[in-house]
């Protein structure tokens, strides 16, 4: 499984981003896709989810200003963000969730994009 991302960039404060992310290869069963980000000196963190069937899930820093959507066909994923802020300066990391239920257990498997820049100047 490969993902692809891109979008990203360098953007002032208060601006706009579109990241993209698709997904290829062997993909199957109930998928969760999304996006991560990891800042210089901190651990990756979890920016935004989507699942099958449309539920989203974001981290707090981020409601109200960024946005998930996926075309599920496509296997592809976006994240729109707005407003952006110094402190959203991170590589963002596509993230793809998928497996099979099995007696009723569900047996993931997890893949990762390499990452793409943004970049927020104050």
């Known amino acids: 499984v490969q993902l692809q991302a891109s979008g990203g960039g360098l953007v002032q404060a208060g601006g706009s981003l579109r990241l993209s992310c698709v997904a290829s290869?062997?993909?199957?069963?109930?998928?969760?896709m999304g996006w991560y980000r990891q800042a210089p000196g901190k651990e990756r963190e979890l920016v935004a989810t989507?699942?099958?069937?449309?539920?989203?899930n974001y981290a707090d820093s981020v409601k109200g200003r960024f946005t998930i959507s996926r075309e599920s066909a496509k296997n592809t994923v976006y994240l729109q963000m707005n407003g952006l802020k110094p402190e959203d300066t991170a590589v963002y990391y596509c993230?793809?969730?998928?497996?099979?239920?099995?007696?009723?257990?569900?047996?993931?498997?997890?893949?990762w994009g390499r990452g793409t820049q943004v970049t927020v100047s104050s």
């Open positions: 989507v699942i099958d069937g449309g539920p989203t």
């Open positions: 290869g062997s993909i199957f069963g109930f998928k969760t």
């Open positions: 993230y793809l969730r998928h497996g099979h239920y099995y007696r009723g257990v569900y047996d993931p498997h997890d893949e």
